[in-house]
Structures are given as structure tokens and as C-alpha cells.
């Protein structure tokens, strides 16, 4: 069975400053794709960025990129020139692809709560 | 694209009655879709897997009898909690992924429910 595993369970960054969460997950498989989710106090789930396992280019959305390394099986968020409104906490996640479509469920890791700091 | 509607956002109910949550893809169909419960500062917790036109997948230690899942079309997916119960207090959310894999998977807004 999958497992994903962050170990930051807070982390704080100053406003302006980047920051690196860590997620390190385990599989069997070959072919998955990995999120990250952010969960702000209003605990809407928000799709961050994604990856494709078979993709070797790292994924980036504007300021928020990740660092994929297949073969370590590790995942990490890298925030650049953090705000405010980055405050929350952050999930990684792991999805099988092992059965197509959109019938393979998430799995999630515990979460890192990042702060923010002005 | 891809909206997930959750309803009702928040609900108090006396012990023992039952309480409905509704779960809506907005613009697109969804065959397959996700319960999870939530408990402050903690990750996610998939209930169930709710199958359009079949029985639920429930995970282990869910009580099928009590959080009861129906989903009855390709748009609407239903949580109900039989004889609640104060332990049953929650956030419970629902998800659902458009056809295709590119797509991540998108939450409704999830419920609090409290129970006394």
C-alpha cells in the first residue's frame, strides 16, 4: 500500500523569504501523479500544483514549484517570495493511476502547517 | 471548471436524529466520488468511495450503517448520518475528479457538523 509521510509538521517563514516543505512517499508503482493541496482557515481544499511521475521536468506554478526525485520517491513544495495570504496548512498527496480515470483516491500525508511571519 | 458544491456548510443537530449532507459536481460528471471527515488540525480521512448507480466502498472501521452514502446520479452524491451521535461531531468533506487524469481532484467546501 502507498504512504506518503511529511515530517515538518509546522514550519514559519518570514514574508518575502522562500520556504521548502518536505513530503516523501512510498510505492510500488511506476506511474502515479503527486499534489500538493493547501487547506487556508476556511478549509477549502485547493489544488496547488501537480506532478506527473512519468514527467522529469519539475512542475512549477508561478511562485510555487517542486522538487521531484523519483528514485528517492521525494516530493518537496517550494514557496518563493512568501505572503500572507500563504498561511495554511499543506497536504501532499498521492494518487494511483493503476486503474484509470477517476476512481483511484488520494492519498494524503499528515500535513505541514506553514505561519507566515510579517 | 470543475466545481464541487457541499451543502448544507455547517449544521448543529440533537443526538440521536439523522443528518443529510449533499455533495454536487456543478459542470461535469462524476461517476466516482470521495468522502473524507476531517478532525481539527489533522490530515484527511477517507470515509468511503461513493459509486454512481452502486454500493459504497467503505474503508475499514467506517460503520456502513451509520454514515449511510447514496449516489443516485452523476451529479449528486449524498452523506447521512443515521442516530448522530456528539462523537460524530466533524468537518466532512466531499471530492470528485472530472474524466481524465490531468485533473487533481477538486473539494467541496466542506460540512461542520455538531451534534448535542
Known amino acids: 500500500a502507498q504512504t506518503v509521510t511529511q515530517s515538518q509538521p509546522e514550519m514559519s517563514v518570514q514574508e518575502a523569504e522562500t520556504v521548502t516543505l518536505s513530503c516523501t512517499y512510498d510505492?510500488?508503482?511506476?506511474?502515479?501523479?503527486l499534489f500538493w493541496y493547501k487547506q487556508p482557515p476556511s478549509r477549502q481544499m485547493i489544488l496547488v500544483i501537480r506532478?506527473?511521475?512519468?514527467?522529469?521536468q519539475n512542475a512549477t506554478e508561478n511562485r510555487f514549484s517542486v522538487n521531484f526525485q523519483k528514485a528517492a520517491k521525494s516530493f518537496s513544495l517550494k514557496i518563493s517570495d512568501s505572503q500572507l495570504g500563504d498561511a495554511a496548512m499543506y497536504f501532499c498527496?498521492?494518487?494511483?493511476?493503476?486503474?484509470?480515470?477517476?476512481?483511484?483516491?488520494?492519498?494524503f500525508g499528515t500535513g505541514t502547517l506553514l505561519a507566515v511571519q510579517p | 471548471g470543475a466545481v464541487v458544491s457541499q451543502h448544507p456548510s455547517r449544521v448543529i443537530c440533537k443526538s440521536g436524529t439523522s443528518v443529510k449532507i449533499e455533495c454536487r459536481s456543478l459542470?461535469?460528471?462524476?461517476?466516482?466520488m470521495f468522502w473524507y471527515r476531517q478532525f481539527p488540525k489533522k490530515s484527511l480521512m477517507l470515509m468511503a468511495t461513493?459509486?454512481?448507480?452502486?454500493?459504497?466502498?467503505?474503508e475499514q472501521g467506517v460503520e456502513k450503517d451509520k454514515f449511510l452514502i447514496n449516489h443516485a446520479s452523476l451529479t449528486l452524491s449524498t452523506l447521512t448520518v443515521t442516530s448522530a451521535h456528539p462523537e460524530d461531531s466533524s468537518f466532512y468533506i466531499c471530492?470528485?475528479?472530472?474524466?481524465?487524469?490531468?485533473?487533481?481532484?477538486?473539494f467541496g467546501s466542506g460540512t461542520r457538523l455538531t451534534v448535542v
Open positions: 498527496a498521492y494518487r494511483s493511476l493503476k486503474y484509470g480515470g477517476a476512481t483511484n483516491k488520494l492519498i
Open positions: 471530492s470528485a475528479s472530472p474524466s481524465g487524469v490531468n485533473y487533481g481532484y477538486t
Open positions: 506532478q506527473e511521475a512519468y514527467k522529469q
Open positions: 459542470d461535469f460528471q462524476a461517476t466516482t
Open positions: 510505492t510500488s508503482e511506476s506511474d502515479y501523479y
Open positions: 461513493s459509486n454512481e448507480g452502486s454500493k459504497a466502498t467503505y
